[in-house]
């Protein structure tokens, strides 16, 4: 047992000063003047800290990424201690560009490696590619079959690296997540990877106008990434779909009018955006390629994952985003679209992931995933298997 003591703890709603028990890999409950006798459990004084849901980043390319500029500009592997430092103790894979060098088996091993170091994984199957590239032929059985596999993605429209799928192969891909996800009791989501080009979100908007598909099977991402498309995102979330803003960046991105994640999450709020239809991912390990005009490589940097964790800082300390609402972009939203069971939530019942925060700066001090330390005292405890 690891009983925490005296935390300011958010569920993610606030809920003042608490203890939190913990036992076999549960939280067992949250209360105030909770008592163990001291030779059942760890008790650790947690006064002064603020206690959150373990970070949950919904788009990490586990396997690595990247090679739009060639062989040698293959991203590397997650390691553990980049997401630990970063207070995710939920992640879920997916693949990028490329489908080729990367395949959804290698992915799924990466996310069977990360969980045995102490991560909680989850995968979506396919890459920018249509038709999808699965595990086991088809979408369907992919996640009926697969544990990890939770939906599909990320699918790439609206891009020059797109394989420019046509809206009827577009729809197809969605009417078999949402059918796989149906029968296996999973989101069956599909994560739809938005680039800058003008068509923006079309397709989604012309598949929820003709279909009987509905907004809600689809998590477009990158949403943050230029005006326009935030500006379209606002729109679509106000219909009732989700938008997943990109915390990995670069000053070009930013100077060619790419939008700060805190920044887009306050101006959707104050547009009367529903805070239940934000999340936040870090794209970590994937690239981030600078294109020029006619599309030519100028260079390449790596996504990182703890850039999920400073841009919630950012949202609060910045932006003024009150702590419990910016907290949802990286807990109860992606564990409920993505219907990660026991993730995202602080209560009895819910999986023993934690974050503490030094509520001044709001920088990472302890990770607990499934009633474990990662991280304690801002020190890293457990470290990846070839770390």
């Known amino acids: 047992m690891l009983l925490l003591k005296n935390a300011d703890v958010y569920t993610p709603a606030a809920i003042g000063r608490a203890d939190i028990l913990m036992a076999g890999g549960r939280i067992v409950m949250v209360g105030p003047d909770i008592e163990v006798p001291a030779r059942l459990c760890e008790r650790v004084d947690a006064s002064g800290l603020v206690a959150a849901p373990g970070f949950i980043d ?9 090679g739009e500029g060639g062989f040698a500009t293959r991203t590397p592997e997650l390691a553990l201690s980049d997401a630990v430092r970063g207070g995710i103790t939920t992640v879920v894979g997916c693949l990028g560009t490329d489908g080729a060098t990367r395949s959804p088996a290698g992915l799924l091993a990466k996310a069977r490696a990360l969980d045995e170091e102490g991560l909680s994984t989850f995968v979506l199957t396919g890459h920018y590619a249509v038709p999808v590239q699965t595990l086991t032929g088809s979408i369907e059985r992919d996640l009926l079959l697969i544990d990890k596999v939770v939906g599909v993605g990320e699918v790439a429209i609206s891009d020059h690296r797109s394989t420019q799928p046509t809206f009827e192969q577009f729809v197809r891909v969605a009417a078999e997540a949402r059918r796989g996800g149906m029968l296996s009791g999973k989101a069956g989501v599909v994560n739809v990877h938005v680039g800058d ?4 979100l079309s397709m989604l908007r012309r598949a929820v106008e003709e279909t009987e598909i509905p907004a809600t099977q689809f998590w477009p991402t990158h949403i943050n990434r230029n005006p326009a498309l935030f500006d379209e995102g606002q729109a679509w979330a106000k219909a009732g779909g989700f938008v997943d803003f990109t915390t990995s960046t670069v000053p070009a991105f930013l100077d060619a009018g790419e939008v700060r994640c805190g920044a887009g999450l306050r101006r959707m709020l104050e547009a009367g955006v529903d805070a239940s239809r934000v999340t936040f991912t870090s794209d970590g390990q994937g690239s981030l390629p600078d294109y020029d005009a ?6 390449l940097r790596v996504g990182r994952v703890t850039s999920l964790a400073a841009s919630v800082r950012d949202a609060v300390l910045v932006e003024g985003v009150p702590l419990a609402t910016a907290l949802l972009a990286v807990t109860a939203n992606p564990a409920r679209i993505l219907k990660l069971r026991g993730k995202g939530a602080l209560g009895a019942g819910a999986d023993a992931d934690l974050v503490l925060l030094d509520p001044a700066g709001l920088e990472i001090d302890g990770v607990i995933a499934k009633g474990r330390w990662l991280m304690k005292g801002r020190e890293i405890v457990v470290r990846g298997t070839f770390e």
Not at 197 to 200: F, Q
């Open 58 to 66: 919904g788009h990490v390319h586990l396997a690595g990424g990247g």
């Open 197 to 200: 080009g003008p068509r923006g």
């Open 294 to 299: 006619a599309g030519e490589l100028r260079g």
